[in-house]
């Protein structure tokens, strides 16, 4: 996946007139670079768009007009909505960091997408003066796993009463993510939200430790990171957990299975394991004998419907 070419040059630009020595040199610098979300960007922007795709795949008919991106950061969830959505008439970012919604005011000075040029910036304590407008999607994206367990619940309640079309919870693709993604699952789940993905159903999670479900996506690196990271390669894999709840005029069941890990291909046949619609996990082999169905197979990728 590509970044907008916008993203690409605003990131370029922002570490212009800085030589490799010092940043080798001073590590807290590269430290505090990645925090403050320069180098994070590119990864993040790739985890929220490939969600937000799901998202579409799932319901082609949503067309949300205004968005609230919830602990915004340098700004990349609000650019993959503003990518996905090119509808968009507004979009509201809230952070507890100034100097992270100045940058990502400057990230987005040259951006296509009006709403993203014209982002309403709310410095603010998510977990206690949250913005009063309801957005038709709201989008929380690295934000919970840093929160302790009873915060991070108030801010996902919280964040689903301000939303009156989807709520999308993006988190890093390990144990602990996914942790928070289940808690989500479980507490919205249970209070009516509905679970458009990546679930293929609305009943228990078969995902159990040490098992995790998790998701990935390859993106590209612009020049400035690899030139921070001293990198070669001109991308990067990011893995995420996530989960898409909306409300009952967009929900549309699932009725096909999940790929929930990359496809395993033998000489003569090829794995998936799948998140099934009647609530199972399991493996499923299918035989280059059966053509049609291998030739389907052989086109999937991990998170996509089967």
Known sequence: MQIPIELRAALNASLEGIARGPLAERAEYNSALYRDGINRAPAAYGAVRNVLSRLRQRNPDFAPH?????????GAASWAIAETFPQIATITQAD????????????????S???????????????????DNSADLVVLSHVLSELPYEQAQSLFVAAWALCSGALILVEPGTPAGFGQILA???????????????CAHQRGCPI????????AQRIERPRSHRFLKSADLPYEGEEFSYIIFVREPYFMPATEPRILARPQKARTSITLKLCQPDSSANLVTISRRDKQSYT???????GDEF
């Open 66 to 74: 205004s968005a609230l991106d919830l602990g915004s950061g340098a």
């Open 96 to 111: 507890p960091s100034q100097p992270l919604l100045t940058l990502s005011r400057s990230l987005a000075q040259h951006a």
């Open 113 to 131: 997408s009006v709403a993203l040029r014209n982002a309403t910036q709310l410095t603010t304590d998510l977990n206690r003066n949250l913005p």
């Open 184 to 198: 989500a699952r479980f507490i919205l789940g249970g209070g009516g939200a509905h679970i458009l993905a990546p």
């Open 208 to 215: 159990l430790s040490p098992d995790w479900c998790h998701f």
């Open 296 to 302: 389907h197979a052989k086109k999937m990728e991990w």
